[in-house]
């Protein structure tokens, strides 16, 4: 047998492949007989069983490699520096706390793995300098369940505890508890990944100088929650359809300071940006459409919005928690230079804003918080009508100093689809008016 290790470190005897299906004894011999730096590949086949990959060496899935296990402990733990392991299926099959490929050394590369789960698919623990890259991560548990056969208690896809400067890169997370989940952990990136059906799309807490960029959250409770963090990076994300929650934001900040919100799209949620406790940061360049409420604010304080975009949201902005109920003044924060869809300014000098500051209408978000059936006329031209009439406290309104005459992000498409939508939305509850007046007069005849 030790004669055919050199021929199996290289390729692999067709001898063996019917000993490769049953278990991952052959994967253990594999590694035992590599030196450090080399690449070592796996014949096709199905695995059973879990392994410890100890030895700083290249670990490559030829073909279909599929190593399962449902014992009790991760089923691939990597031990070594600058181990790595590629092109192969992993499937976690044990409901416990453990993971499908457990990380406690440095500079690993992970990459091409697909991984179903019924614990945590990743695990980082005082993992620092690893890398992630096209991998896919989904939840194990069955997808036709009901009921009391469903299993509730899911975990994270990715998962980071005290792990620092890793780079997770253009993974695919799908039902999981958390997609993308870092504690405690610094100056990572998380960066072109996609994740649906989730809690939290990308979560941090009490992390520093993180980069969220350009990743995609789609239907999940939170496309991201930022919390506890320092002097973080949150840029070019899209975070759309977190809207069948009643805790459901696009983006959330919550216990945020000295970080830079820029560029990204917060589309169709429940509530487009969320900011709570959260000071000195900047928010720019944004778009914020269609959601129930653009922007919403409770207790921050000293934080800039400017150059972002307002289309189609059903209440644009609300301040809860602060001093007369503003987003400028008692908190210091400075609103200016957006654009709101709903307003119409004057620029008589040309410069694209509007020489009149744009005070926002309070009336339609308390009329439907008392009473939320009232959300059906939303801009219909009863609706802005009583609006129009609506002037108690007006100097305790939010407000824009300067807002945009047009948007400022020209280059998408989202006001023309706002507009389209809004027409659409406004047609109905129209329609709706002229059917309940139609219903009540001939049931009335008709009694």
Same mark, same amino acid.
Not at 33 to 49: F, H, L, N, Q, W
Not at 66 to 71: C, L, M, P, V
Not at 293 to 301: C, F, N, P, S, V
Not at 392 to 420: F, I, V
């Given at each position: ?53 100890? =030895? ?11 190593? =399962? ?68 991560? =989904? ?150 459409? =269609? ?157």
């Amino acid at each position: 047998m030790l004669a055919l290790l050199p021929s199996l470190v290289n390729g692999f005897d067709p001898a063996m492949v019917h000993a490769a299906t049953s278990n991952v004894s052959l994967i253990e011999r594999l590694i035992a007989g590599a030196k450090d730096g080399e690449s070592v590949r796996i014949p096709p086949g199905t695995y059973e069983g879990r392994f410890t990959l100890n =030895r700083s060496i290249r670990l490559v899935g030829e073909g279909t490699v599929t190593i =399962r296990s449902d014992e009790g402990e991760s089923t691939v733990a990597i031990t070594a520096k600058g181990a790595a392991l590629e092109g192969i299926r992993v499937v976690h099959d044990a409901k416990d706390k453990n993971a499908a490929v457990y990380v406690a050394a440095d500079e690993v590369k992970l990459e091409s793995l697909e991984i179903s789960t019924k614990g945590y698919g990743i695990l980082l623990r005082k993992a620092n300098r690893v890398e992630i890259g096209k991998s896919q991560v =989904r939840s194990l548990d069955d997808a036709n369940a009901s009921g009391s056969n469903r299993k509730t208690v899911k975990r994270n896809g990715i998962d980071l505890f005290d792990s620092h400067q890793n780079i997770i890169t253009g993974n695919t997370v799908s039902n999981m508890n958390d997609g993308i989940y870092l504690e405690s952990s610094n100056g990572n990136v998380v960066s072109g990944n996609a994740i649906d059906h989730s809690r939290y799309g990308v979560h941090c807490m009490f992390t520093k100088q993180t980069v969220v960029k350009d990743n995609h959250g789609y239907a999940n409770v939170t496309g991201a929650m930022i919390m506890g963090v320092n002097d973080a990076v949150v840029t070019g994300n899209r975070f759309a359809k977190q809207s069948e929650n009643v805790n459901s934001q696009g983006l959330l900040l919550f216990d945020v300071h000295t970080s830079r919100v820029e560029g990204n799209l917060v589309e169709g949620n429940r509530v487009g940006l969320y900011i709570e406790q959260s000071t000195d940061n900047l928010l720019q360049n944004n778009q914020v459409l =269609r959601n129930f409420t653009g922007i919403q604010l409770l207790d921050a304080e000293n934080n800039r919005f400017t150059n972002n975009d307002f289309i189609g949201n059903v209440i644009e902005a609300e301040a809860t928690g602060s001093k007369n109920n503003q987003l400028t003044g008692s908190k210091n924060n400075q609103l200016t230079g957006n654009y709101w869809d709903a307003y119409r300014g004057i620029d008589s000098d040309g410069d694209g804003a509007s020489n009149t500051a744009y005070a926002i209408n309070p009336f339609f978000q308390q009329l439907t918080s008392e009473t939320p059936a009232y959300q059906l006329f939303f801009r219909s031209p009863g609706m802005l009508f009583l609006e129009s009439l609506f002037e108690t406290n007006r100097n305790e309104w939010a407000s824009d100093a300067m807002p945009l005459m047009k948007p400022a992000m020209t280059e998408s498409d989202g006001s023309d689809a706002a507009g389209t939508d809004l027409g659409l939305f406004t047609a109905g509850a129209c329609l709706l008016l002229v059917s309940s007046w139609i219903i009540l007069q001939f049931g009335g005849r008709r009694r």
